[in-house]
């Protein structure tokens, strides 16, 4: 029985082999990392030698000696030795491996201002910046999940009331960047320890909606005898409106008959935070 011929790739009669790989030709599949990190090894003609492995191009020697003088830096160094440009540049060099990732690390600095504010920007805005597709934007939030994760763990079993600036790093991390307002409500118990940390509710850019009765509701669900309100103003402005201390207000006089303590209202915004009990609000 005759021998069926190898699948072609358009290039001859040379076999593709994807690497194990499905779908790396498929733009729809396509991972930035994986084009890379998989390029196949093509098949030696059988009347030709194989052609001598190719010299990096002087660009590439470039960036490879840049990367590793950059790490050595860090190492030596610490992250006080590096610019933050570079501190995500660093960062870049594990997610995009052939390519010069300074100009990638200086744009998203440039559209979203801090390095908080690339971590807090959503991943389809992030893939508006020329050589971040999909896998990029991803796993750069998976970097600000892990750093919310590990500054909540630091509220683990403590008096949130003494932990202030663990609460305070905590919340600005997981809110002053999201381009829509959202209510998060601490659950506290009678040591004022956190039993849960739950968003309520998600609104516009400039309003969510709030149910004094659901907040109450819950605490008692969970048994808190205590709760922090905290809400994100995107405009970056921390300033309570009219709205806010109203809203608060209700919330205290629904929960207080119940032995349910509101100890404060937090507002975070990118330029800060506002205390309602800061202010003699609450």
């Not at 994986?34 to 001598?52: E, G, I, V, Y």
């Not at 209700?250 to 800061?278: E, M, Q, W």
């Amino acid at each position: 029985m005759a021998k069926r011929p190898a699948s072609s790739s358009g290039h001859g009669d040379v076999p593709v082999d994807n690497g194990g790989v499905d779908g790396l030709e498929d733009a729809s599949l396509f991972d930035e990392r994986l084009f890379f990190a998989h390029q196949p090894a093509k098949a030696a003609l059988r009347d030709k030698p194989a052609k001598p492995p190719s010299t990096p191009t002087n660009a590439e020697a470039h960036y490879h000696g840049h990367r590793e003088r950059l790490r050595n830096r860090y190492r030596d160094g610490g992250d006080g030795a590096l610019a933050d440009y570079e501190i995500l540049e660093l960062l870049l060099f594990r997610l995009i491996p052939r390519r010069d990732t300074k100009p990638i690390a200086k744009a998203l600095l440039a559209r979203f201002g801090t390095l908080g504010g690339v971590f807090g920007a959503p991943a389809n805005l992030l893939q508006e910046i020329s050589g971040v597709g999909e896998a990029v934007a991803l796993d750069l939030k998976l970097v600000a999940s892990v750093a919310q994760r590990m500054l909540k763990s630091e509220l683990a079993g403590k008096p949130v009331l003494s932990s202030w600036k663990a609460l305070i790093d905590y919340c600005h991390t997981a809110m002053a960047h999201e381009t829509r307002e959202q209510f998060r409500i601490l659950f506290l118990d009678k040591r004022n320890a956190l039993i849960a940390d739950e968003v309520q509710g998600l609104g516009t850019v400039d309003h969510t909606p709030v149910y004094p009765r659901e907040v109450v509701r819950r605490a008692l669900e969970v048994s808190a005898t205590a709760v922090i309100l905290v809400h994100n103003h995107p405009s970056g402005d921390p300033t309570p409106s009219r709205a806010d201390i109203d809203m608060t207000k209700t919330i205290i006089d629904t929960a207080s008959p119940l032995g349910i303590t509101v100890h404060d209202h937090i507002i975070i915004g990118k330029n800060g935070h506002v205390s309602f009990r800061a202010l003699r609000l609450v």
